[in-house]
C-alpha cells in the first residue's frame, strides 16, 4: 500500500512538471528579436484598429509600428508605392485583395534587414505573427490575404534589403502606451514556477512521511 501511495505521488510530480515545461516552452518569443511588424493602416479603419490594438497588447512597442496613411504623407507615399511598385507590379496581386492593415514584417537576420512576408487584413493569432517572426528571408516574399499564402514578390537578398530602406519609415515616434503583453506573460509565469515550487514541496513532504511509516 504504501508503494502504491509513493508512485502516486511521483507521477502526479512527473505530469505537473512536464505540464509546466509545455508551457514555458510554449511561451518562448526568442524568434521576435530583431523582428518589426509594420502595419500600414489608416485611423478610422475599425480593422487597422483591431490589429493596432492586438500588437500593443501582446509585443511591446519596439516590435510593431502603425504607419498611418490618412494622417501622415510619408505613410501615404510609402503605401501607395509598395502597392503600386511591389504587389502590383511584381507579385501581381490583384487589385480587389489589397487593403489595410497592410503588414510587412521585417527580420534582421545575419546582420541584414530583410522583409520576411507581407500580410493583408487583420489577424490576432499569436502562433500566426511568431510563425512569420521565425521564418528567414528566400528568394521570394511571400504574400498572404489573411492566413493564406497566395503570392509572392521576388527578390533577393540584395534588393530584399533594398526594399526595407525603401518603404520602412518613421515620420513619428512609436507608442509607448501599451500593456506589453511579455510582462503579463512573465507575471504568469512567475506564478505557475512559484506554484510548481509549492507542489514538489508539499510532494517531497508527502514522499518523506511515507518513507518513514
Given amino acids: 500500500m504504501r508503494y502504491i ?32 511588424f509594420y502595419i500600414f493602416g489608416e485611423s478610422t479603419c475599425p480593422y487597422c484598429k483591431l490589429q493596432h490594438d492586438f500588437f500593443q497588447q501582446n509585443y511591446p512597442a519596439s516590435v510593431h509600428y502603425f504607419c498611418i496613411i490618412d494622417k501622415y504623407g510619408d505613410c501615404y507615399n510609402k503605401f501607395i508605392q509598395f502597392v503600386r511598385d511591389e504587389l502590383i507590379s511584381k507579385a501581381n496581386v490583384d487589385t480587389s485583395k489589397i487593403g489595410v492593415p497592410l503588414t510587412i514584417v521585417v527580420k534582421n537576420y545575419g546582420g541584414n534587414k530583410s522583409i520576411v512576408a507581407v500580410v493583408i487584413g487583420a489577424i490576432t493569432d499569436k502562433n500566426f505573427w511568431l510563425q512569420l517572426a521565425c521564418s528567414q528571408p528566400g528568394e521570394n516574399i511571400p504574400v498572404y490575404l489573411m492566413t493564406q499564402q497566395a503570392y509572392f514578390i521576388p527578390v533577393n537578398q540584395t534588393t530584399n534589403g533594398e526594399l526595407v530602406n525603401e518603404y520602412i519609415v518613421f515620420p513619428y515616434p512609436p507608442s509607448t502606451n501599451n500593456s506589453g ?20 514541496s508539499i510532494t517531497g513532504y508527502m514522499l518523506y512521511s511515507y518513507l518513514r511509516k
Avoid at 181 to 200: E, K, R
Wanted: hydrophobic share 60%; with cysteine.
Fill in 181 to 200: 503583453g511579455s510582462s503579463t506573460d512573465a507575471v504568469f509565469l512567475t506564478t505557475l514556477v512559484i506554484v510548481g515550487i509549492l507542489v514538489l
Fill in 5 to 36: 501511495g509513493v508512485m502516486l505521488i511521483l507521477i502526479i510530480s512527473v505530469v505537473f512538471l512536464t505540464a509546466l515545461t509545455t508551457v514555458v516552452r510554449g511561451e518562448d518569443n526568442s524568434c521576435l528579436n530583431g523582428v518589426l
